[in-house]
Nanobody
Framework: QVQLVESGGGSVQAGGSLRLSCAASGYIYRPYCMAWFRQAPGKEREWVASIDSSAKTTDSDSVKGRFTISRDNAKNTLSLQMNSLKPEDASMYYC???????????????????WGQGTQVTVSS
């Protein structure tokens, strides 16, 4: 089984930047679709960005142009560079993975079989 551990969350002022990381460990032998989701208190889990096994990326409209997802297969890590952060970006961010070559066009949480524990991002205005 693959285990996912996020890191890099913290507090930042609006307009600032953060870089989240997700370390994957365990028996990684198949290509994985990986993604970042976020969930604020009282809200549904929201897809942020995803990257398939060929490094093709897709971003949600809410973060397009500000966030960049990337992966390093040699190090089994997933990253999310977040720039121009807004107060509405404040949330718990989760890393997710599924052993699939390709990701869904607009991934939903039920598509993913593995989740990290989350890392908190706070953005002050």
């Amino acid at each position: 089984q693959v285990q996912l551990v996020e890191s890099g969350g913290g507090s930042v002022q609006a307009g600032g930047s953060l870089r989240l990381s997700c370390a994957a460990s365990g028996y990684i032998y198949r290509p994985y679709c990986m993604a970042w989701f976020r969930q604020a208190p009282g809200k549904e889990r929201e897809w942020v960005a995803s990257i398939d096994s060929s490094a093709k990326t897709t971003d949600s409209d809410s973060v397009k142009g500000r966030f960049t997802i990337s992966r390093d297969n040699a190090k089994n890590t997933l990253s999310l560079q977040m720039n121009s952060l807004k107060p509405e970006d404040a949330s718990m961010y989760y890393c997710a993975a599924r052993a699939r070559l390709l990701c869904q066009v607009s991934p939903v949480p039920t598509f993913f079989s593995r989740w990290g524990q989350g890392t908190q991002v706070t953005v002050s205005s």
